[in-house]
């Protein structure tokens, strides 16, 4: 015996490596194609069709490095090629001066916490949900791999297969949007907004 595994024993390394390093990240990566189709089933078939990628390709995945990014960009990439398919087209209806402006390294303060005394009286986690789901998936993607997944800028970045500046417009102007969803459903909820107060 030289102590080389033969072609098998190779096979069940690998896949027992697999069900450990990549498995476990099940659930992170339906809750990121979800954010991006919207639809059950349609996030079934992306984390199905991502894993099966995933488990192809596992010999290109480096040990070591973070397999859950790793299959997030393989989920990001199932998903746009599913859309290419279907034809569908993302208007994200943004200012792209403000946003180049934005990305070019202006630095971005968001808003939220003017608005903080308002929404920390309700129950908000159907209403983000909600909102979150309403983004246009350009700012929605950004929106749950930083703020949702915890993922570091350039993380989110390199899935996403953009530049860090583009991350930062993108939360930008998704975080705006969200912060505007969330204080009309304050207002619907009968929640004094400052704008109320100063009448």
Not at 9 to 32: I, K, N, T
Not at 52 to 77: D, M, Q, V
Not at 114 to 135: F, M, N, Q, T
Request: glycine share 6%; aromatic share 8%; with cysteine.
């Amino acid at each position: 015996m030289d102590g080389t595994l033969t072609a098998a024993e190779s096979h069940r390394v690998d896949s027992r490596r697999f069900e450990v390093e990549a498995l476990p990240w099940l659930d992170d990566v339906y809750r990121f194609a979800l954010s991006m189709t919207r639809d059950e089933s349609d996030a079934d078939d992306v984390v199905q069709e991502t894993f099966l990628r995933a488990y192809r390709s596992w010999h290109t995945f480096e040990p070591g490095s973070e397999c859950r990014k790793w299959l997030f960009t393989i989920c990001r990439n199932v998903f746009l090629r599913l859309r290419e398919r279907e034809r569908r087209r993302v208007d994200y209806g943004g200012d792209d001066a403000q946003l180049e402006a934005l990305a070019s390294g202006q630095e971005i303060v968001g808003s939220i916490g003017e608005h903080a005394d308002i929404l920390s009286h309700v129950d908000l986690a159907p209403a983000l949900e909600r909102a979150i789901g309403d983004l246009p998936e350009v700012f929605r993607s950004a929106v749950v791999l930083v703020d949702v997944e915890g993922m570091a800028y350039n993380e989110a970045a390199s899935v996403l297969g953009v530049p860090v500046g583009t991350i930062r417009s993108r939360l930008f102007r998704g975080r705006r949007l969200l912060q505007e969803s969330l204080v009309m459903f304050a207002r619907d909820a009968g929640l004094p907004t400052r704008a109320a107060c100063e009448v």
